[in-house]
């Protein structure tokens, strides 16, 4: 058995990022749809599936570096994990067998493979903009899935043919081994080797899924947004995974939604936040301005004497709440633009208008320097 590092082409110190991007080029590379009727190919998918089901697994990972091969011993089949974002099926190296086979227990309670077992968990990315994660949306999307073969409706078997009882197990999926030692006889618990902890064998398989049961398909689905989701957040689509295996249900398929940024507000919650430009003249008297909104322009009425840095609010035009009635708010911070480029005759209506105003339209600044100087020394 090769070294699943070396299979990956990455160090023992790489990070899960690092597995995870390499297990993508090579599952790309050794796919079948990519490689028809290349044995070898299919031999190198299944290597390289069975490396990341270990590799992505932090428990079965300590247990690989720690064990060795040995810790993978009943891991991820060909086809489990098949979308390369869930988490791969399948029994790995469990050391409650060993401390079970010190004391008699026999592992007879371990779940075998022929047991009903579930399908895993796909994710998939999709991209959307700030109006549609505000107010929903519909987006179709493609991605790969594992689904029983349709020709032998997950058997395994050729047509006319059935799975057999493992004559080594019977059924059971494990075997029972002695091990002498200096303290005397123990028995373990071992996968078995003759059907690979199937507990049957099969002697005609299928051509179409190769005695898997399974096979690799691509689904189109039109997925349902709901208002008011944001960035990271998921939707679930019950049962849209892998098919599960003996019977079992299937997984369930993530849609991870990744919001583009508005080139205007920012988000927290469901309060949308932004900054408006305004000049000393509104500031100074009072104006009617114009405001953004998800839907359109509005327009809101600010006061005189508007110092910048001041913030004004519209109640319920912020983002819906999610899968509930109402909305969030819009909270805007007016900014005070001073004018530049300003010719000769600004500049001197602008003197006018300093001398003509008093100390007591600046109560700030008189403030502030009564707290230094005195009172009459600003």
């Not at 005070?336 to 010719?343: H, I, R, S, T």
Request: hydrophobic share 30%; charged share 25%.
């Amino acid at each position: 058995m090769r070294d699943y590092y070396e299979v990956l082409g990455v160090s023992k110190n790489a990070s899960d990022d690092e597995i995870k991007k390499a297990y993508r080029a090579l599952a790309k590379k050794y796919h079948p749809d990519m490689n028809p009727g290349n044995k070898e190919a299919e031999e190198k998918f299944k290597e390289v599936n069975q490396a990341y089901a270990v590799l992505s697994d932090p428990d079965k990972k300590a247990k690989y570096d720690r064990f060795g091969p040995e810790a993978a011993e009943g891991g991820a089949s060909g086809f489990e994990g098949f979308g390369g974002f869930g988490g791969f099926s399948g029994d790995g190296f469990d050391i409650s067998d060993i401390f079970e086979g010190f004391f008699g227990g026999g592992g007879g309670s371990r779940r075998t493979r022929n047991g009903p077992m579930r399908g895993d968990d796909l994710l998939q990315r999709i991209f959307i903009s700030f109006e549609e994660a505000a107010f929903g949306c519909k987006k179709e999307i493609k991605y790969a899935r594992v689904e029983k073969c349709p020709d032998c409706s997950g058997t395994g078997c050729a047509a006319g043919t059935a799975p057999k009882v493992c004559s080594k197990c019977g059924g059971t999926g494990q075997i029972k081994v002695q091990q002498r030692t200096p303290l005397g006889v123990f028995q373990t618990t071992k996968t078995c080797d003759a059907c690979g902890g199937a507990g049957q064998t099969i002697a005609n398989p299928c051509k179409t899924c190769r005695g898997t049961g399974l096979v690799s398909v691509t689904k189109t689905l039109e997925v349902s947004i709901p208002a008011g989701i944001d960035n990271g957040q998921r939707v679930t689509l019950r049962g849209m995974g892998n098919s599960g295996k003996n019977g079992g249900p299937s997984g369930d398929l993530y849609i991870a939604v990744q919001v583009r940024a508005h080139p205007i507000f920012t988000r927290d919650g469901f309060n949308l936040y932004c900054e408006i430009p305004i000049t000393f003249p509104e500031a100074a008297l009072g104006a009617e301005i114009r405001i953004p909104t998800l839907e359109g322009d509005t327009t809101y009425t600010i006061p005189e004497g508007t110092q910048t840095g001041t913030t004004f609010s519209i109640k319920g035009k912020g983002i819906p709440y999610i899968n509930g009635k109402g909305r969030g708010d819009i909270l805007f911070k007016v900014t005070v633009e001073v004018p530049k480029g300003m010719n000769e005759s600004q500049k001197e209506a602008l003197r006018k208008f300093a001398n003509a105003c008093g100390k007591s339209n600046y109560s700030k600044k008189e403030k502030f320097f009564s707290k230094i100087f005195g009172k009459d020394k600003g």
